[in-house]
């Protein structure tokens, strides 16, 4: 009996001993490159290669089971070779099945995608469309399936994305976040959406978009190079003329941008990408903050705030405490 009938007869579990044995000789006489070949046309040429319900998916870990050995101890030290190989030669298969699985089971969890970022991170995340969003830190991006598809893209956010948004005739794009919505076409923009704070900001470098406030129904179609901000709190939609649109995207640089922003702002937005505890001893300082501080170097941001406001800073775990000059070390 040849090879591929003995392996197949292996893999569906119905081999005899003797065909077992005769298996195992005619793999000891294959070269690497002889037994790769073969195992590669037989998952290529799997019957089932093109279904994709519950018993395919034993039926995968089966032979993912029995390409690695794992079924027969008698058969891994003869089948080592197969079971290096046919890692390769499974890697096309279990990827097309993967894909089938997808689409087919409308019960998988996977039905909603999320995208996520903690603490001083940041990802790009492309969609089925071909659309990309660069997160900052601390942002999510989620959507269902059945949500994005050629008539209807939608997507839920939180956080700080950049977006660049692929233009389909006749399948506008929504970016839905707490207390807005945003209808795009095809654009490049970036929107600030965070939990922890009263306002809300859409930075637009290309295109055209509308923006819309849930809480008060106001609608604000936007024009390139416009900023516009949502009060939570109103619900009001304006014009932002004090952000310029290289601090609104400084973010991508590694850099926090403020204008004109108290201490008590900029320090929460310290804590929010460091991920650690910063207490201001003593009154609040008068005066605003402008500037830039690096995402990526927390001692330098911290000595850049301490020069600005004629700070110490002293490091405890987990926490930094900064005091006037002035003010003693056991206040």
């Not at 995208?115 to 469309?129: H, I, V």
Request: aromatic share 8%.
């Amino acid at each position: 009996m040849n090879m591929k009938s003995l392996e197949k007869q292996y893999i569906e579990d119905t081999i005899t001993s003797e065909e077992l044995e005769s298996l195992r000789y005619q793999v000891d006489n294959q070269t690497d490159e002889e037994l790769f070949k073969d195992l590669q046309a037989q998952w290529m040429d799997d019957d089932n290669a093109g279904t994709a319900d519950a018993d395919a998916v034993r039926m995968i870990k089966k032979r993912v089971d029995i390409r690695l050995g794992r079924e027969r101890s008698i058969l891994r030290s003869t089948f080592m070779r197969i079971s290096l190989l046919s890692a390769a030669a499974l890697i096309p298969f279990l990827i097309v099945t993967t894909v089938l699985l997808y689409r087919q089971n409308k019960d998988l969890s996977a039905n909603v995608v999320t995208f996520t970022t903690g603490r001083g991170e940041k990802a790009t995340a492309t969609l089925p469309d071909g659309t990309t969003v660069m997160l900052n830190y601390n942002s999510h991006l989620r959507y269902k399936t059945s949500d994005f598809n050629s008539k209807n893209r939608s997507v839920d956010f939180e956080g700080e994305g950049w977006f660049h948004v692929v233009k389909k005739s006749g399948s506008p794009f929504y970016v839905n976040s707490r207390g807005l919505q945003v209808k795009v076409t095809g654009t490049q923009f970036d929107l600030c959406a965070r939990r922890n704070q009263s306002v809300a900001t859409l930075m637009l470098s290309e295109g055209h978009v509308a923006l819309t406030s849930l809480v008060s129904g106001q609608t604000m179609a936007l024009h390139r190079g416009q900023i516009a901000s949502l009060d939570y709190a109103s619900g009001k939609l304006s014009i932002n003329r004090s952000m310029d649109t290289l601090s609104a995207t400084s973010w991508q640089r590694g850099l926090l941008s403020f204008h004109n922003t108290p201490l008590q702002k900029v320090v929460a937005q310290v804590k929010g990408v460091y991920g650690v505890r910063i207490t201001i001893v003593g009154n609040a300082h008068p005066n605003n903050f402008t500037g830039a501080l690096p995402m990526n170097n927390i001692d330098e941001a911290v000595i850049i705030l301490c020069k600005a406001y004629g700070m110490r800073a002293t490091y405890r775990k987990n926490s930094i405490l900064l005091r006037p000059v002035s003010v003693s070390k056991n206040q």
